[in-house]
T-cell receptor
């Protein structure tokens, strides 16, 4: 089977840096994606890692270690609008589908 | 705006009833995915279609079925509804047949079964 683990909630203040971890267990691993979802909204794609290392996209970066079955999303210079749920998702070639974790709720306070 | 259109936005119905959720993918996208999101839950993959053919199946109940039409829009049919079927149902699309790491999600259909 497949499983992903993320913290259920993370809190931080404006301007800070926060890291959201994701560990996964799956066969036929292809890559790890990250999505953001505001309350009542649709998930939106943030980043994707297929190879080990760090991918940077503006204030957001994502990291993957295939040997450790681990990845994280790093959010810098936090803003109030970053308060949302963040989902990691495993792309698995064997099952032809994107499997999502249960999400991490990020609360950014002033 | 992702370009994926889902209708209706809200649906309230009773147990035992049948409903149909509709999804129009982004222009040019051939794949449609259906996901279910219950309260405080992650996104549960239901089913994927590519260019009219079923491509992958997830934890979709036998009471649920879907199809993708020649114009590429898709419908998710939920029958014999139960209280536990109340959830947000998302449709997503991508250009590829899969796997694809970047999906474009519609705004969802909130289903309430009373």
């Amino acid at each position: 089977g497949q499983s992903l683990e993320q913290p259920s909630e993370v809190t931080a203040v404006e301007g800070a840096i926060v890291q959201i971890n994701c560990t996964y267990q799956t066969s036929g691993f292809y890559g790890l994606s990250w999505y953001q979802q505001h309350d009542g909204g649709a998930p939106t794609f943030l980043s994707y890692n297929a190879l080990d290392g760090l991918e940077e996209t503006g204030r957001f970066s994502s990291f993957l270690s295939r040997s450790d079955s681990y990845g994280y999303l790093l959010l810098q210079e936090l803003q109030m609008k970053d308060s949302a749920s963040y989902f990691c998702a495993v792309l698995n070639t064997g099952f032809q589908k994107l499997v999502f974790g249960t999400g991490t709720r990020l609360l950014v306070s002033p | 705006d992702s370009g994926v259109t889902q209708t209706p936005k809200h649906l309230i119905t009773a147990t035992g009833q049948r409903v149909t959720l509709r999804c129009s993918p982004r222009s040019g996208d051939l794949s449609v995915y259906w996901y279910q999101q219950s309260l405080d839950q992650g996104l549960q993959f239901l089913i994927q279609y590519y260019n009219g053919e079923e491509r992958a199946k997830g934890n979709i109940l036998e009471r649920f079925s879907a199809q993708q039409f020649p114009d590429l829009h898709s419908e998710l049919n939920l029958s014999s509804l139960e209280l536990g079927d109340s959830a947000l149902y998302f449709c997503a699309s991508s250009p590829a047949g899969g796997p694809n790491e970047k999906l474009f999600f519609g705004s969802g259909t909130q289903l309430s079964v009373l």
